[in-house]
């Protein structure tokens, strides 16, 4: 049994306080990590059916690679670990605005942390992803402008609820037609969001992309004995 309670890391930053917490949870039987923004809570190791199915459901029908993915949001490492797990990824780019969580991963104190450093298909990114996004040089620096086969993004709570309203743009249109550019014909945007399927979010998913859809993924909550649910949008890059 670990510690009831343990902080492991604060930092001051721009946008708030950041804490990495570890407690035991007697409900769950195990530690949960959390990652703590301000008043916001970022990221729980309680709750991670979401990222990871995001992560499958991106990359299920993306053949037999070798395929290049880019993650937005590295949080407790999750989206990244399962993208991983996928045989056909020969590359893995993770963008993450937050140095302060790269170096937790990088010291082990996260639990993903060793695996994702260890993996050689796997860097991460120091950087801004919407900046990037929007960018001509494209979500990997190094990259020149380089294109994935699939780009997946877990920072923001929904497309309506975001952590920072300069965010606002990459969920409008053309905002995402600026990201398409990053795609390879056919390939895959995914983004996971805390809300319920947003019908107007969808439509403008389809004035880009040949093909759109949100997909309601169902949560086990032990902490209310229930289930909750998120919501993963896909959306397929024009073929040509």
Known sequence: MGRRFEE???????????????????????????????????????????EVEM???????????PL????GGLGLG????AALEHTAVSSLVVVEAMPEVIDWHERGLIPAGADLAADPRCRFV?????ALADSASGLDPDGEARRFHAILVDIDHSPRHL???GHAGFYEADGLRRLARF????????LWSDDPPDPEFSAVLGEVFADARAET???PNPLQDRDAANTVYLATAPAA
């Open 8 to 50: 492991l890391d604060w930092r001051p930053t721009a946008m708030g306080d950041l804490v990495l917490r570890r407690r035991w949870d007697p409900v769950a039987g195990a530690d949960v990590h959390e990652i703590k923004l301000g008043d916001d809570f970022l990221m729980s190791s309680m709750f991670t059916a979401g």
């Open 55 to 65: 992560a499958r459901l991106a990359l299920a029908g993306s053949g037999g690679g």
């Open 68 to 71: 290049d993915v880019a993650v």
């Open 78 to 81: 999750f989206t990244a670990q």
């Open 126 to 130: 120091h950087g801004d992803f919407f």
């Open 163 to 165: 952590l920072d309203a």
């Open 183 to 190: 795609l390879h014909p056919g390939g895959i945007f995914a």
């Open 217 to 219: 993924v169902t949560v």
